[in-house]
Every structure is written in structure tokens, then in C-alpha cells.
């Protein structure tokens, strides 16, 4: 079981590809380093294998199902509220994203998925102070990641009856969501302040940004992270920090990690393979 890219190739101008006929299989628990030159598709590639940029030709499978029916498979969920101008998914910004976000279909035209449910291979980028949503409080930002299936697990939903209908609704609430985030013990394990849930995201700085980025990643329980340039902004103390729980985790729940990283140091810390894209 893998994170799958097959024959995918992409352009964002006709007639000139980006990336022509690229292969590779993540296995779970594998930590793979992207590598290639400056402008020759890492980041596309992270968009492609994230869903945000669907190829010209090719597929990316996860675990052997296509990527949007991945998606599809983890859905079964209401949508909660429509993902306007203002709102960034997925610590990606709405107007740079040319997906959608968990629960809200893309836009009409939108080469990106169609398709509900949290995303299997969750990517994380190098600009946090983008990626939230700047009217909402990052604790409601994150509450809004929770998948509604964790959320009723930690309202102790059974899903029969009619307690386990009211226990439902209550999962869907934002404090009950937030209560989700809390039993993950992720808060702790990034160092995230109770009293930062209450900020705006500008009220934070850019390594406080990043842990909540991480967080709302892990919380949407992906089988593949995808970590575009993540700590680059960040001084060497806190890059060491993140990746240490970052890989941590991968370790305990067997996910796989793509990675993009111009630090030589990071990446022979961090990755057990090197991918180079040619
Ligand atoms: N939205 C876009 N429209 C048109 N061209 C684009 C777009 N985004 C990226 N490109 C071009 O695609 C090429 C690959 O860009 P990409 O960001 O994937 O490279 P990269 O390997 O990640 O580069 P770097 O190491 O400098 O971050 C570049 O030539 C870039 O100018």
C-alpha cells in the first residue's frame, strides 16, 4: 500500500510540461526527499500528489484508489459550511489553491478534485500566515479540520439512537471539534498554547503559524503528508523541533512523508530516500 505517482505529466502552459512521465511510489513510513534544480517541478509535484492540481495525464493512487475516490471513500459527511473567497484549505490559500477544501466541492472550472472528505495526502507549504483563514480564530480554524468521524468518537457517538443522533450533532459543533484537537495531544506535542487558540492569525509569528499549519494537517489523520519548503522561514532551533515530532509521528502511525527542502542537512536528517526529478 503506497502513495502512487503513475505516468503523471503536467503543464501549466500547453505544449510546455512541467513534468513529463514522472514515477514514484512512497510506502508507508518512507520519508522521501524531492530533489531537482531550482523551477523544475518539486512544488508541482507536491500540488499534483496533494490533489490541488489534477495532471494532464497519469494518476496518483493512494493505497490503490485514485486519488478523488480516495477522498470520496473518507467522506460520508455533511458539508458544514461553504468555503468562500476569504477561506484558505489545507494550509493553502483559497485564490492560490486550485482544489477545494475538505467538505466544499471546487469551483466550476477548477482542475482540482470535486470531491468530499478529508484529504488522504495533506499538504503543508512554506507561507502559514496564508494558509488560515484571517477572520477566524485558529482555534476554530482548526476545529473546522477535524474530521466529523474523530469528532463524534471523542463525543462518544455510537451513531444509534436517538443519543447517539443528539451526540452526532453535538460533534459537529466547534467546541466539540475543538475537543477532538485537545484529545490528540498534538497541542502539547507542538507546543501550542491554549491561549494562542484565541488569536487571529496575525496575532501570531510565522514558527507559532507553522505548529497550528502541522496540527491541522496531522488532525485530518492523512496516510501521507506532503512538506513543501515547511520550515524554510524558521530558525534552525524550531525546524529541528517540528521535524523531530513531525517524523515522530510518521514513525507511530506508519504515514509517509514527501518533502522538498533546500537545507542538504534537513534532508539527510530527515529522509530515508532521495527522489531526484529529472
Ligand atoms: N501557476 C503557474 N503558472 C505558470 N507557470 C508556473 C506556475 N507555477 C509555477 N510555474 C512554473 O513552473 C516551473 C516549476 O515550478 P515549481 O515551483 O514547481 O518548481 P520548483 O522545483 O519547486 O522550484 P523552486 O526550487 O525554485 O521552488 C517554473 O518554471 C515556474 O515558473
Known amino acids: ?24 511510489v512512497v510506502d508507508p513510513g518512507e520519508r522521501v526527499a524531492l530533489t531537482a534544480p531550482s523551477g523544475r517541478g518539486k512544488t508541482t509535484l507536491c500540488r499534483v ?49 486550485q482544489g477545494a477544501c475538505d467538505r466544499v466541492p471546487a469551483a466550476s472550472g477548477s482542475r482540482g478534485s470535486r470531491l468530499r472528505g478529508p484529504r488522504p495526502v495533506q499538504l503543508i507549504w512554506q507561507h ?13 480554524s482548526l476545529a473546522e479540520g ?30 466539540a471539534r475543538l475537543e477532538a484537537v485537545r484529545d490528540t495531544g498534538l497541542l502539547e506535542r507542538f507546543g501550542i498554547r491554549e491561549a494562542w ?18 496540527v491541522r494537517a496531522l488532525i485530518a489523520e492523512p496516510r501521507y503528508l506532503v512538506c513543501d519548503e515547511m520550515t524554510a522561514m524558521l530558525d ?24 522538498v527542502s533546500h ?3 534537513l534532508v539527510d536528517r530527515v529522509a530515508t530516500r532521495l527522489f531526484r526529478l529529472i
Open 1 to 24: 500500500m503506497s502513495l502512487e505517482a503513475r505516468d503523471i505529466s503536467f503543464s501549466y502552459v500547453p505544449g510546455r510540461p512541467i513534468l513529463h512521465d514522472v514515477n514514484l
Open 49 to 97: 500528489l496533494s490533489g490541488y492540481l489534477r495532471p494532464d495525464a497519469g494518476a496518483v493512487l493512494v493505497d490503490g484508489i485514485e486519488l478523488s475516490r480516495a477522498r470520496a471513500a473518507r467522506s460520508g459527511v455533511p458539508v458544514v459550511r461553504a468555503c468562500g473567497a476569504r477561506a484558505a484549505c489545507d494550509g493553502v490559500p483559497a485564490a492560490r489553491a
Open 128 to 140: 502559514p500566515e496564508q494558509a488560515f483563514d484571517p477572520l477566524l480564530r485558529l482555534g476554530r
Open 146 to 175: 477535524v474530521p466529523p468521524r474523530a469528532a463524534a468518537r471523542a463525543s462518544g457517538s455510537s451513531g444509534a439512537g436517538s443519543l447517539g443522533v443528539a451526540r452526532s450533532a453535538a460533534a459537529h459543533s466547534a467546541a
Open 197 to 214: 487558540l484565541d488569536r487571529f492569525p496575525h496575532e501570531l509569528s510565522g514558527g507559532e503559524l507553522m505548529r497550528f499549519c502541522i
Open 236 to 259: 534552525a532551533v524550531t525546524q529541528a523541533e517540528l521535524w523531530r515530532e513531525v517524523v515522530a509521528i510518521a514513525s507511530e502511525r506508519s504515514m509517509g512523508i514527501v518533502l
Open 263 to 265: 537545507s542538504p542537512a
